[in-house]
């Protein structure tokens, strides 16, 4: 599976991003899709996940109740909202998936399948 991450850019404090991470090669549809990021000098951080059968959503505590991650298994794609975007939130934004679901679902190292990772920017 080949995975795309788009929509990242540059927002001001307090505005939204869409990001998109579009699957080809194979359906997303049963897989765990999360969202990492990773800022300069920093390790990679679990943004959010969705599960497949239940869609379940897990989210770190840094972004609960301001992102929100769907999935659109007909257009194959899972999608992370951003609302309310801090400066804190700029870092590069990666969406991987893995089969099938682990409870380990905020460790990087638990996703074989990455995207490429688009950079979010959040300043005035």
């Known amino acids: 599976v080949q995975l795309q991450a788009s929509g990242g850019g540059l927002v001001q404090p307090g505005g939204s991003l869409r990001l998109s991470c579009a699957a080809s090669?194979?359906?997303?549809?049963?897989?765990?899709v999360a969202w990492f990021r990773q800022a300069p000098e920093k390790e990679r951080e679990f943004v959010a996940a969705?599960?497949?059968?239940?869609?379940?959503?897990f989210y770190a505590d840094s972004v609960k109740n301001r992102f929100t991650i769907s999935r659109d298994n007909a257009k194959n794609t899972v999608s992370l909202q951003m609302r309310s975007l801090e400066s804190e939130d700029t870092a590069v934004y990666y969406c991987?998936?893995?089969?099938?679901?682990?409870?380990?679902?905020?460790?990087?190292?638990?996703?074989?399948?990455w995207g490429q990772g688009t950079q979010v920017t959040v300043s005035s």
């Open positions: 991987a998936a893995r089969w099938p679901h682990t409870v380990a679902y905020y460790h990087a190292n638990q996703y074989e399948h």
């Open positions: 969705v599960r497949s059968s239940s869609f379940q959503k």
């Open positions: 090669g194979r359906s997303i549809g049963d897989a765990t």
